[in-house]
């Protein structure tokens, strides 16, 4: 089947990415975030060093269908904060190729690496541009769970990394949990749990969630409380939760900070 002609924003005429009201949820976190950490670790760190990576950028903008509200996506929205470099990835040419050409007229372009593949496949490549001893926020976005666990790890072996994860429970993991089960070690589930699963224990896809969670504090996220964004969509139901680690005890006070009240101005109780 051929594929569908993409969404063309009425605002530039590029592509741009179909989705609905809830994120808005997620980037409110996303600009919460890059403010309190590059204002906060911009003064501390040497002025190259504090990098931005987004390893699922999409095409630069996206377009909230039942509003027609057309917004920046998550890259353009990082390029607003003090961050010196950039590293965007996407695996898709034609939204890579949009996301480049909306960049171009940024103060920043300079500064900014444009890589297009798997990012489980490119993360070498994404290494080999962070500064050995810089500090880094790391936006993962993916529309399903693919990304590999074993991606994370390298990514942020004997790195300074703040993780910022968009996790597709509702959208994924819940709805081909048994699947996945069946398929074992080598499912999208395995790989993004990083293999060596011990299935008979997941009983329900939440214990899969503290599998992985559990994996990551092993990495060294040792010091992190996790406080998860459930985000729904406009039948509520959960589609995926932002999840939030950091080595430092620092990175978790800010996520604290940031998430006492929600995008609208509300104390979260969760
Ligand atoms: C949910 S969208 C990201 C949206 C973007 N972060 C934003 O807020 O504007 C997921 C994007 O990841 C891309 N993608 C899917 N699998 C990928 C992979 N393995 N590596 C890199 N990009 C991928 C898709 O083409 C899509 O543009």
Known sequence: MPKPAPAISQIDGLNVRPSG????????YLKSYCDIFTRAMGKMWAPSALTFIDLFSGPGRCLIKQTGEDLEGSSLIALQYGFSDYI??????????????RCQNSPKRKNISFIQG????VIDQVIEQLHPQGLTLAFIDPAKI???FETVKRLTEDRRVDLLINIMDGMDIKRNFVR????GNRSRLGEF??????????????DAVDLYKDRIKD????????????????RQAPMYFLFFASKH?????????????DDQGQIEFL
């Open 21 to 28: 009201p809830w994120i808005k949820k997620k980037y409110h």
């Open 118 to 121: 798997d990012c489980n496949l």
């Open 180 to 183: 996945y089960k069946k398929q």
């Open 249 to 261: 005890d620092r990175g978790t006070v800010f996520w604290k900070k940031i998430t006492v009240k």
């Open 219 to 234: 990495l060294g996220y040792k010091t992190v409380e996790f406080k998860d964004i459930p985000v729904y969509n406009t």
């Open 146 to 148: 693919n990304i590999k």
């Open 88 to 101: 965007f990835v996407e695996q898709d040419r034609a939204a890579l190729n949009a996301l480049k050409t």
């Open 193 to 206: 749990l990083g293999g060596n699963v011990p299935w008979a224990k997941l009983r329900k896809p939440s």
